[in-house]
């Protein structure tokens, strides 16, 4: 019984969160409620993110999964809505940034809050990887991020492989 | 198969397996748009009037450079875990060498972006595809890991993801438990550029790999397979391949 008051609590508070509703007035603490960190800029003057934030609140799942199969199958490569975007915005780029690991990170925020796990950063940099990826005849210098990102051992797989006919 | 792709494998059979003929029948379907040249606004489909293909000529390949192989792993944030075998892999070197006259040859051997791909007919969940433009890719989002494709690619061009990894680089997304495979740097075509290992290997001077638009009479590599002969590897396969070779 006392679970399940805690479990509708929680859910009171999810829905209200998600309602931009002031859950403080069921709550009556602040503290119950995930910490997010600030965004690092404006979409525009009017608004703060790529759609209403109560919008963005309830269905930025369906943006990025919509974006997702555009631009994978059809090769379409429009910034708004891409995943990369929301990480290079809502997380920042400093070296001791938090991981998704943490309820500190943007995403994890919310979503360890609301016991919604995502496996996106299986795959995905969950952190802002924002310098052109330098090549490595180019001469381009590599930036700090960058040489965080490469491997330290060179690559094993780079040994030739022989067929002889016979 | 619909009717009209058995009469096109009929067709290529009858005239043969050389690489001249396949040529001939896949790289001119009378589609002439000399604009994608440019790069395609990112609000754009791509289409099938592109076929984005490479030619990689054996005889300028240099024996014992890796310098496209070292690119594609710099480019894609390829890690090793010091295990051959099963460190991923997108292009690798294969050197050749006749038993009976000694005479060696070295290549760069990719995913060969077939027009009839064996990974995407056995995939069971669609995640490998060939995009419209003849690119072939798994999405990860989709794949399940069975490894169904490897065992079909006849080129063993994929490789399967057995660690977890972090710090992706944000164009090339990887991840356990799912299986890659050279995407011909999708990512800067989309954007104009050539695919990095081209990039390298002209950088170095030894511009053995050509890569553009097969569909585009005007691009250097239809020029330059409408000039020379070429061959597939396995074109027995009858894959199409979007890979062709000079001097083997
Ligand atoms: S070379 Fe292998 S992985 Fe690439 S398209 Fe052909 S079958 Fe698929
Ligand atoms: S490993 Fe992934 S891409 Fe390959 S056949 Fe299985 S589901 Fe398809």
């Known amino acids: 019984m006392q679970n399940l008051m805690q479990t509708s609590l929680r859910i009171l508070l999810a829905l209200s969160v998600v309602a931009g509703l002031p859950a403080a007035a069921w709550a009556g603490d602040d503290s119950l409620l995930p910490v997010v960190p600030q965004a690092q800029d404006r979409y525009s003057k009017t608004q703060g993110c790529v759609e209403p934030t109560t919008e963005m609140r309830k269905n930025h799942m369906e943006y990025i999964l919509h974006q997702r199969d555009e631009t994978m199958h059809r090769g379409i490569r429009t910034r708004q809505y891409s995943l990369e975007q929301c990480i290079n915005c809502h997380v920042s780029d400093a070296p001791d940034a938090p991981r998704v690991s943490s309820d500190e990170h943007f995403c994890n925020s919310c979503h360890s809050y609301a016991a919604v796990s995502i496996d996106c950063f299986q795959c995905h940099a969950d952190r802002p990887v924002k310098t052109p990826n330098p090549h490595a005849l180019s001469g381009h210098a590599k930036s700090a991020n960058q040489a965080a990102v490469l491997p330290a051992e060179p690559h094993q797989a780079l040994a030739t492989e022989v067929i002889s006919n016979d | ?248």
């Open chain 2, 1 to 248: 198969m619909t009717d009209n792709a058995n009469i096109d494998t009929y067709r290529r059979r009858f005239l043969g397996n050389t690489a001249t003929a396949i040529a001939g029948l896949s790289v001119a379907p009378g589609v002439f748009l000399h604009e994608v040249a440019q790069a395609r606004p990112a609000d754009e489909a791509v289409t099938s009037d592109v076929r984005w293909g490479m030619l990689i000529d054996t005889n300028k390949c240099a024996n014992g450079c890796t310098d496209c192989v070292t690119s594609c792993n710099d480019e894609h944030g390829l890690t090793g875990h010091g295990r051959p075998e099963t460190d991923a892999q997108w292009i690798r070197k294969v050197d050749l060498r006749d038993k009976q006259t000694g005479h060696t040859q070295s290549l760069p051997l990719l995913c060969q972006h077939c027009e009839h791909p064996p990974c995407v007919d056995v995939c069971p969940t669609g995640a490998s595809f060939k995009r419209a433009d003849g690119i072939v890719l798994v999405d990860k989002h989709i794949c399940i890991g069975c490894r169904y494709c490897m065992m079909a690619c006849p080129y063993k061009a994929r490789s399967f993801i057995h660690e977890a990894l972090q710090d992706q680089l944000p164009h090339a997304p990887r991840g356990k438990g799912t299986v890659e495979s050279c995407t011909f740097c999708v990512h800067r075509v989309d954007e104009g550029r050539t695919p990095a290992c081209v990039e390298a290997c002209t950088a170095e001077n030894h511009n053995a790999m050509v890569f553009g638009d097969i569909n585009d009479p005007d691009s250097e590599i239809a020029m330059q397979l409408k000039q020379h002969s070429s061959r597939q590897i396995r074109a027995d396969l009858n894959l199409n391949t979007g890979v062709r070779y000079r001097g083997i």
